[in-house]
């Protein structure tokens, strides 16, 4: 398979779903139907049909809750913005150094990659560089990039560093992260669900060809 | 059939409408000025001053300030600190508080889910329920309160929450603390101060003029590795020479101890075991000593005290228990041979004598009568004032005994309204209840509203109280027995606590608002708490992590909701208020000679440093002219027996120090029977109370098996089948938690040690569940003293331990609730 359109765009679509909690309206959007495209293209990947399916059900699952939007709020709390101990926090260096820190080498490593691009955390996330959702993005951008390379052939990445940085930066810590999600109290199993998948979708990507692209399909990212 | 790219675009469009974070979490950097090898900032702590290499925006190596030479090891936990895992990272409410709010479902607290809010969100509803409770409850509803904070003048974290919340209305205040909160009590009628935290009689005159000194339940070399300030380590060049005179023989230092301390063992001086909690009737056996052998100092008493009569009837039992405080009878309270006791009153009386007090005596049941005892005992000795001899109860705390340098500390950002300012909710109808309560008493107050109490000569009558502000203070864990605040907990309706990290305060709140450390903001100290050293800058180390904010900021914004931020912050930004308190400081000590130069130039250079101080003698004066420079005691005299507590008739604090049973006590005492070990609750060596507990990997070097160390003796441990290492389960009637045996020679059988400041994690909210870390305040009994000073009895403890068996429960001190219930 070779990486098209839908690899950058559904990097941001996790990095978005892993950044903040949804809204009501999301929330709403997504009971009816209408994220059904999105992840409907994720089922068509290899191997993912069976967690999409375990998110659809997650999401149909909410409409039970008599305070869904908060209940689902309070699972994001719990999985991702509590404390060491007992969440699944959603950082590279939380799972890379000795004692749990934050701001330890992945996060150093992911400053340098962003400085070499010349860019940084936006003002209004103030999370550490190596959040998920950030990497997300940055890898979103990498295959924008990528897929954009008969435009601009001397800029973005070839698809082997793209392979790379998934492998190295993200691949080496996702697992522990799942599995930390997997374990961690919530109402719902939107947000687990949601872990796998990411893990299940970046585990295929190493396998992408490196064929010509699409030319007619550039790549347009978006959340 | 497959999905287009448009049918794709449209569904992301629509699930990403209204999103509360637009797209894009990456945005074009601004200009790197980030040099590869980084830059060393200077601030300061409780532990010392530091040096920080901060390399790109991140803080890479601490080492200590080149002007200590006593640096502790507990510098080594701060990036731990500022790293942890269990940051609060953004403002977060309780679900069902947040659903309910003052009607929520309160069983949960403690163990309810969490949920984030914005700042505006969250201090909106900070304000709101400060409204709703100001006007449908009045002030005696609110109650806040602050505690060891960290350091730094401009961002002291209690002045800026008493400020805020003084100018929105009134609230229950308290009086005293849970460090010296009996000594508090009676040492203001005894010597008319409350001398704990006084500057005492200078190192260099106690090491040239003493010939004994008693360390009485004092272990400095352990807690003078912290201070109020940014802690300088002065006072252990002194131990150094002290060490020496020890070695050489020319000062005799005897710890007056159950327990080897650490001093003792870095002193490698003698030790004198006394039972627990029978202190005073050694020293009841040492005045009887002292006045049968004409050892006393008639003159002394006849010219500084009065009251003496009173006493010593007492010891020659001709008062109402007509019981003779012999040193037999002495001996066999206190587990001292009599012989001992007479040996040791006369060696105090040979030559010169220092008594160095600890303030673990005075932190149990009629915890005012050793220290009371104490000063009797210095005034019959008669060297009160002069240099080696006499009383002193704090040469273990913030460098005291270092001569003050005499230069002026800064000021710092104002705690109280501006005069001639009226808080939005003016009103001081406290519905009948004190508008004022002991500090170790709020609890009381909580589960009891309208309950009446006897405190110092006064009543008090227990208001209502509702809502809670805490800041800078870990109340779960400075407070004794968790299970008794977990049902005070229970009726509280709302809970607020400002903090950086996940502890039990936080997770027992409603509303939880994220501080940022002391290292993330710029701000001065005074080096030395009391040699007033230096002045220290504070350099910010690196910007508030994640979402967390600076007190100046989370207070301004709370009073920008009642339009009073401008007069909180006398519309000064932090920048402003650093030059306003430097130069302020500057002006005062130009006129007593100390040069500071402008402020630029001081914040390059760090520190500036105004010399050390002379060496002076504690009450020297009073002892020179006791009319001129009377004492602030009802007589201006030392009294020995107070008329003044004898009127308040109290049976737990009469006029005269007396011994009283406690309510339990080890070595044969009330309750041995069921619960045979005394557990003392110290001051811990590896933190500053419970402050950082949380840093992980500096925690690993003295948790065991991941928990809090209980240390004892080898026949406590080889009567229970303990090995060191072990997981010990210790217990009593109040509680229960999980601990990791130490075994040591140091403690004799009988007595255990757990430290407090041990972070609280229950395995779940239920009344009894067990601690899974070790914090010793679940088995401590909330008592108080006496109804003279109503403070703090944690020393006052009984408890059984077994090794613990089965599978141990995760650790849950560290973070957020975990429970799910919907």
Redesign the interface.
């Known amino acids: 398979m070779n990486a098209d ?2 690899h950058p ?1 559904l990097c ?2 996790f ?2 779903l892993f ?5 009501q ?2 929330l709403l ?2 009971q009816r139907g ?5 992840l ?2 994720l089922a ?1 990947l290899p191997g993912l049909a069976s967690t999409v399916q375990r998110l659809r059900n997650a999401f149909t699952g909410l409409t039970l ?1 008599s ?1 869904s939007r ?2 689902l ?2 699972d ?3 999985m991702f ?7 699944a ?1 959603p950082y590279a260096s ?1 799972y890379s150094s ?7 080498e992945p ?2 490593r992911m ?1 340098e990659r ?2 070499a691009s ?10 550490p560089s190596d ?1 998920l ?2 990497m997300l ?2 890898l979103g ?1 990498g295959f924008d990039a990528f897929l954009n390379k008969a435009e601009k052939p001397e800029s973005g990445p070839t698809l082997d560093q793209i392979k790379a940085f998934i492998e190295e930066e993200l691949l080496n810590w996702l697992p522990a992260f799942a599995a930390r999600c997997e374990k ?4 719902s199993d939107l947000y687990p669900a949601l872990a796998v998948l990411l893990l299940e979708f970046l585990k295929g990507l190493p396998a992408l060809d490196e064929t010509p692209i699409n030319i007619a ?1 550039k790549a ?1 990212s ?2 | 059939m ?2 287009t ?1 448009r ?24 200009e ?1 000025a980030v040099s590869a090898e980084g830059s060393w900032k200077t601030t300061g702590s409780h532990w010392g001053a530091i040096k920080a290499l901060v390399k ?3 803080v890479a190596e601490i080492k200590p300030f080149e002007q200590d030479k006593y640096p502790t090891e507990m510098i080594k936990g701060v ?2 600190v500022i ?5 609060i ?2 403002p ?1 409410a309780r ?1 069902d508080w ?2 309910n709010r003052e009607n929520s479902d309160r069983t949960q607290r403690g163990d309810n ?4 809010l914005t700042w505006d969100e969250a201090l909106d509803l900070f304000y709101e329920e400060l409204e709703r409770v100001q006007t449908t409850h009045g002030p005696a509803a609110l109650h806040h309160s602050t505690g060891w904070r960290q350091t730094g003048q401009v961002h002291s974290c209690g002045n800026h929450m008493a400020r805020a919340l003084g100018m929105h209305g009134n609230s229950v205040a308290t009086i005293g603390d849970y460090s010296t909160g009996a000594a508090q009590g009676i040492l203001p009628y005894v010597l008319g101060s409350t001398e704990v935290y006084s500057q005492g009689t200078s190192w260099p005159l106690i090491l040239d003029n003493s010939k004994t000194i008693i360390l009485w339940a004092n272990d400095p070399v352990k807690n003078l590795q912290v201070g109020w300030n940014c802690e300088t380590h002065e006072s252990y060049e002194y131990l150094e020479q002290l060490k020496g005179k020890v070695a050489d023989g020319s000062i005799r230092v005897i710890s007056v101890d159950p327990v080897r301390s650490k001093t003792q063992n870095y002193l490698g001086c003698e030790q004198l075991y006394v039972n627990p909690m029978t202190d005073v009737p050694f020293m009841l056996g040492i005045a009887h000593t002292l006045y049968t052998e004409n050892l006393y100092d008639k003159k002394f008493i006849e010219t500084y005290a009065l009251g003496f009569k009173d006493f010593i009837d007492y010891v020659m039992g001709e008062t109402d228990d007509k019981v003779e405080k012999t040193p037999a009878w002495a001996s066999a309270i206190c587990g001292i041979d009599e012989d001992k006791i007479r040996e040791f009153a006369r060696l105090l009386a040979s030559d010169r004598t220092q008594l160095l007090f600890g303030w673990a005596v005075q932190r149990q049941q009629h915890g005012e009568q050793p220290y009371w005892m104490g000063a009797v005992i210095a005034t019959m000795l008669g060297q009160i004032g002069l240099p080696g001899g006499g009383i002193s109860y704090a040469h273990h705390y913030s460098s005291i005994g270092v001569s003050a340098s005499g230069a002026s500390a800064p000021g710092a950002f104002p705690r109280n309204i501006d005069a001639g300012k009226e808080p939005k909710h003016p009103s001081m109808d406290y519905k009948g209840a004190s508008s004022t309560i002991p500090i170790a008493r709020w609890v009381d107050s909580i589960l009891s509203p309208g309950e009446k109490i006897e405190y110092n000569g006064s009543e008090v009558t227990y208001p209502e109280i509702r809502m809670v502000v805490f800041s800078g203070c870990n109340p779960w864990h400075r407070h004794q027995d968790r299970n008794r605040m977990k049902k005070a907990y229970r009726k509280l309706e709302t809970a607020v606590t400002i903090d950086f990290a ?1 502890n039990a305060t936080c997770r027992f709140s409603d509303l939880v608002l994220p501080a940022c450390t002391q290292f993330e903001r710029n701000d001065i100290d005074i080096y030395g708490s009391y040699s007033n050293r230096g002045l220290l800058a504070m350099h910010k180390l690196v910007d508030p ?3 967390s904010r600076t007190d100046f900021d989370i207070f301004t914004e709370l009073c920008r909701r009642f339009g009073r931020h401008e007069e909180y912050r006398r519309s000064m930004d932090e920048g402003q208020w650093l030059r306003h308190l430097y130069n302020a400081c500057r002006d005062e000590n130009q006129k007593a000679g100390f040069k500071m130069p402008e402020f630029e130039e001081f914040w390059e250079a760090g520190y500036v440093d105004f010399g050390a101080g002379k060496p002076w003698v504690r009450h020297a004066d009073f002892r020179e002219d006791p009319e001129l420079n009377a004492l602030g005691t009802p007589s201006g005299f030392i009294e020995i027996s107070s008329r003044k507590i004898g009127r308040y008739g109290y049976d737990d604090c009469k006029a005269y120090p007396s011994w009283m049973e406690k309510a339990e006590r080890s070595h044969g005492g009330p309750g041995s029977d069921k619960f045979p070990l005394w557990l003392q609750s110290v001051h811990p060596d590896n933190r500053l109370h419970s402050q950082m507990c949380e840093s ?2 500096f925690r ?1 070097t003295y948790t065991v098996q991941g928990r809090e160390p209980v240390f004892m003796g080898p026949e406590d441990a080889k009567a229970r089948g303990i090995a060191d290492g072990d997981l010990v389960r210790v217990f009593n009637d109040r509680g229960q938690l999980l601990a990791g045996a130490v075994v040591s020679d140091n403690f004799p059988p009988g007595v255990i040690r757990i430290q407090e400041g041990a972070w609280y994690g229950p395995e779940d909210a239920s009344i009894g569940s067990l601690d899974t870390y070790g914090d010793p305040n679940t088995l401590t009994m909330d008592i108080g003293t006496s109804r003279l000073s109503q403070a703090t009895s944690a020393n006052t403890c009984l408890v059984d331990m077994e090794k613990f068996k089965g599978a141990a429960p995760a ?2 001190s ?3 609730p ?3 219930e ?1």
């Open positions: 359109w839908r765009a941001n679509w990095a978005g950044a903040v909690e949804l809204t309206e999301q959007a997504y209408e994220g059904d495209a999105v409907s293209s068509e809750l305070h908060l209940e709020a309070a994001f709390a719990a913005l509590m404390d060491g101990q007992n969440s926090p939380f000795e004692g749990n820190r934050f701001f330890a996060q150093e400053q962003l400085a010349q860019q940084e955390v936006s003002a209004d996330f103030r999370e959040h959702s950030v993005e940055y951008e961690v109290s919530t109402v399909e347009v978006g959340r | 497959a999905i790219r049918q794709f675009m449209q569904g992301l469009a629509s699930v990403s409408a209204g999103a509360m974070l637009g797209p894009g979490l990456l945005m074009r950097a601004a790197a790109g925006g991140k990036m731990g790293y942890n895992p269990s940051r990272r953004y977060m679900i947040l659903k889910r969490f949920v984030r996940w992590l994640f979402h992980e990997e690993a650790v849950t560290f973070g957020g975990i429970e799910v919907v």
